[in-house]
């Protein structure tokens, strides 16, 4: 299970810390990745990061604003975002995968939390 929290309402150019609990699997066996959809718009992959927490892989749309990061021992993965924009308005998800390839591919991920909502404000 994955409970995402930490979304709200801040302004253009602000920061945000997102923050994803897991719980009743081994958290350390799965890459971990973030995902937002925003209304009328496909689901978009945010960030993700493997299961040692040695690499990760951003799309140029959050590279360089946006760091994921994770914690084996608290089984907690974090997005914390930077310089945000209109445009990251979204339902943030975080997501867990069973795949060894690190993946921005939606469909391999095999369990979502609920999501978050971040509201950037211009």
């Known amino acids: 299970q994955l409970q995402a929290s930490g979304g709200g309402l801040v302004q253009a150019g602000g920061s945000l810390r997102l923050s994803c609990a897991a719980s009743?699997?081994?958290?350390?066996?799965?890459?971990l990745g973030w995902f937002r959809q925003a209304p009328g718009k496909e689901r978009e992959f945010v960030a993700a990061?493997?299961?040692?927490?040695?690499?990760?892989s951003y799309p140029p749309s959050v590279k360089g604003r946006f760091i994921i990061s994770r914690d084996n021992a608290k089984n907690y993965v974090y997005l914390q975002m930077a310089s945000l924009k209109p445009e990251d308005t979204a339902v943030y998800y975080c997501?867990?995968?069973?795949?060894?390839?690190?993946?921005?591919?939606?469909?391999?991920?095999?369990?979502w939390g609920q999501g978050t909502l971040v509201t950037v404000s211009s």
């Open positions: 009743g699997r081994t958290f350390s066996n799965y890459a």
């Open positions: 990061i493997n299961r040692s927490g040695a690499t990760t």
């Open positions: 997501a867990a995968s069973n795949v060894a390839t690190l993946t921005g591919q939606w469909f391999r991920y095999d369990y």
